[in-house]
């Protein structure tokens, strides 16, 4: 029923009130002594280098992010099946079924092993 | 001429909501006030002390400091995300309890009016619970990514890769709650685990311990905590992805982190250990006190953990996610599915 989604709603309206009211009294009552240095990144002292957010970053995160991708839209196969598996007469064939696509989700996951996708060196 | 009935109902739910987020809002601070003083007595201190009575107000000074703090944003970095990201990784921690079940049915003395104490019945529960407390990554990448600092971009990257990396073995974690309950409904799955000791989700042996072993370290990781807090650790990233945060800003960003902590900890109780459910048939104890008494317990067991061990290295964490822990629930699914058949 679309109406239990309805508090979610109400729930992020009254959260957002909250957190405003709460930048709100912040606002109010804090000081604002800004500098150059100040505002600058904090970087153990030394004077920032570079920029940071110009996507240097290491190709491995991006390699878990795809086998995460992978992985995860397999688990929501599986949510369904859980739910029927013990009240229909043919749970043996569901079972069966599950099994065949757990090992060729499993294949995949050694798959990855053995090229070494899992080693974070 | 609208039901009557209809708008009484809304109602009563616009006022439970409320009652949730308040509550939820001002719930950090006595969590902070415990944990410094489970903290301090773990390692033989007595923590907070100065400030009122056993440091009980120290709560509250902290949080008028919070407030009194100056608020800094980078010259270099993105303003707008940069403003968004604690909002973006608060909304999601409030929001989950919209699904979550306090209890079943109660009475209200004198005027005799049932309420349910959850505000909503999903009929997808679980799945709502993972899916929003899996939006709160956002905030944490956003937020290092936006301030152009390389220890929060790096905390930010590292916090991102650990919550997918450990979100797959909860998620298993959740299919096999969902197979020995037979629903989605977090309020089902409550009403499954009724009776006594022994018809609770963990103790459905021998699958059920493995299940809960499996949730509880994927959600330590998840939640960032030790041992597996990698995104904060002190010695090598500052602060870690809030590396640039101050004020109310940052107090959001811990407010998020302890709210994922009470989320978990209701969760380990919703799904394994019964929720509102007495273990013995006790007279006179109410249901809701069962459900806060767990959840108080596991609150409590977190901090234990916390003070007691010492931080994984990056690279055995990742081994620990995709070597270890999916692999053990692929096994573990194929039994549970065994045994339900």
């Not at chain 1, 030394?46 to 995160?61: D, Q, V, Y």
């Not at chain 2, 909503?120 to 937020?143: E, K, R, T, W």
Request: charged share 15%.
């Amino acid at each position: 029923m679309l109406l239990s989604y309805l508090p979610v709603l109400i729930m992020i309206g009254a959260a957002s009130f909250m957190a405003m009211m709460a930048l709100f009294m912040s606002f109010l009552f804090n000081p604002r002594n800004h500098y150059r240095e100040k505002l600058t990144p904090w970087e153990c002292g030394m004077e920032p280098h570079g920029e940071a957010n110009k996507g240097h970053f290491r190709i491995h995160f991006f390699i878990i992010a795809i086998l995460f991708i992978v992985f995860d839209v397999e688990t929501l196969f599986l949510f369904p099946w859980a739910v029927i598996l013990s009240d229909k007469g043919l749970s043996v064939f569901l079972f069966a079924e599950v099994l065949v696509f757990i090992i060729i989700l499993a294949i995949g996951l050694i798959y990855a092993w053995v090229k070494g996708a899992l080693e974070w060196v | 001429m609208p039901d009557i009935s209809l708008i009484v109902a809304l109602a009563l739910m616009v006022i439970k909501v409320f009652i949730v987020t308040t509550i939820l809002f001002v719930l950090p601070l006595p969590l902070t006030y415990v944990e410094r003083k489970v903290a301090g007595h773990i390692q033989v201190r007595l923590g907070p002390w100065r400030v009122g009575p056993h440091g009980l107000l120290q709560p509250f000074a902290d949080m008028i400091k919070l407030i009194l703090k100056e608020d800094i944003v980078p010259d270099k970095a993105d303003k707008f995300l940069f403003k968004l990201a604690p909002l973006m990784a608060m909304l999601p921690a409030f929001v989950v309890y919209a699904a979550i079940p306090f209890g079943d049915k109660w009475t209200i003395p004198f005027i005799d009016r049932e309420v349910t104490l959850y505000i909503a019945d999903m009929n997808v529960g679980i799945l709502y619970v993972l899916a929003i407390s899996g939006l709160g990554i956002y905030g944490l990448i956003f937020g290092g990514w936006s301030s152009n600092s390389k220890y929060a971009l790096i905390g930010g990257l590292r916090s991102s890769a650990q919550m997918i990396s450990y979100e797959i073995a909860v998620s298993f974690s959740a299919i096999g709650v969902v197979l020995l309950s037979r629903s989605l409904s977090l309020l089902e799955i409550v009403k499954s685990q009724g009776g006594n000791l022994l018809h609770w989700n963990f103790f459905y042996l021998p699958v059920g311990p493995v299940w809960f072993a499996i949730f509880l370290i994927g959600s330590l990781a998840e939640i960032n905590r030790v041992p597996f807090d990698l995104p904060e650790d002190e010695g090598t990233l500052g602060a870690g992805f809030h590396t640039e945060y101050s004020g109310m800003r940052f107090a959001f960003f811990m407010l998020a982190e302890y709210l994922a902590l009470v989320t978990v900890s209701v969760m380990s109780v919703v799904l394994f250990f019964g929720g509102w459910n007495a273990p013995f048939n006790v007279p006179f104890v109410p249901p809701i006190l069962w459900f806060l008494g767990k959840v108080i317990l596991f609150i409590y067991f977190f901090m234990w953990v916390r003070f007691t061990l010492p931080r994984y290295r990056y690279d055995q964490l990742m081994t620990i996610g995709w070597k270890i822990l999916i692999p053990v629930s692929l096994v573990n699914l194929i039994i549970t599915g065994l045994m339900k058949i």
